[in-house]
């Protein structure tokens, strides 16, 4: 079974602050990554997309990859109350007809004012 | 507007009974998937479809049934022999087979009486 373990939180941090949001996956072979944003009641949107190691950034948002030990997080600066949603992490294993994207269950963020 | 349209919103419906939940886009994307969210959960993988007429079963396909028969559209059939039906669902487009960069619907949240 391939997991992708996200801390559930609810993490809350104050405005302005760096937010981390950390996820680790058991699939060495794994060689996409992903975050989506969920907000209360919607559907989930992509806001970072990752497929080497090192750095990406986005706007306020970095994400970073450690296929070595299995690590992908994702970084939100100068956090805004806009924020406030659940993060999701997925995994993509590339190759083979059989393509899944296994998702995380996903870490609370509160951004408070 | 190009998207992915999911009806309806809200359904409720009795124990026994069969639904089934529509799912179409205008974005050409070739990919479609069906995912279950419950509470406090990540999304798990019901069906895909990489092309028309074919679609492979995800996690938890049981007791749930689809179709492809055109590459807009991706209905999903909830059958009674789905022991816990209540959820959020959610229908999904890819530009590619293989891609994790997925746009969702707005969702369909069933319950069941």
């Known amino acids: 079974q391939k997991e992708v373990e996200q801390n559930s939180g609810p993490l809350s941090v104050p405005e302005g602050a760096i937010a981390s949001l950390n996820c680790t996956y058991s699939?060495?072979?794994?060689?996409?990554f992903f975050w989506y944003r969920q907000y209360s009641g919607k559907s989930p949107e992509l806001i970072m997309s990752i497929y080497s190691n090192g750095d990406k950034e986005d706007g306020r948002f970095t994400a970073q990859l450690n296929k070595a030990s299995q690590y992908v997080s994702l970084l939100i600066r100068d956090s805004q109350p806009s924020d406030s949603a659940t993060y999701l992490c997925a995994v993509n294993i590339q190759g083979g007809s059989n393509y899944k994207l296994t998702f995380g269950k996903g870490t609370l963020l509160t951004v408070n004012p | 507007d190009g998207g992915i349209t999911q009806s309806p919103k809200y359904l409720f419906r009795k124990e026994g009974q069969n639904v089934t939940l529509s799912c179409e886009q205008n974005?050409?994307?070739?990919?479609m998937y069906w995912y279950r969210q419950d509470p406090g959960q990540g999304l798990r993988l019901i069906y895909y479809s990489q092309i028309v007429n074919d679609f492979q079963k995800g996690d938890i396909a049981e007791g749930y049934s689809v179709s492809r028969e055109k590459k807009e559209s991706f209905p999903l059939t909830v059958t009674s022999a789905q022991k816990n039906p209540t959820a959020f669902y959610l229908c999904?487009?890819?530009?590619?087979?293989?891609?994790?960069?997925?746009?969702f619907g707005e969702g369909s949240r069933l319950t069941v009486l």
């Open positions: 999904a487009g890819s530009g590619g087979a293989g891609s994790g960069e997925l746009f």
């Open positions: 699939d060495r072979v794994s060689q996409s």
């Open positions: 974005l050409n994307h070739d990919a």
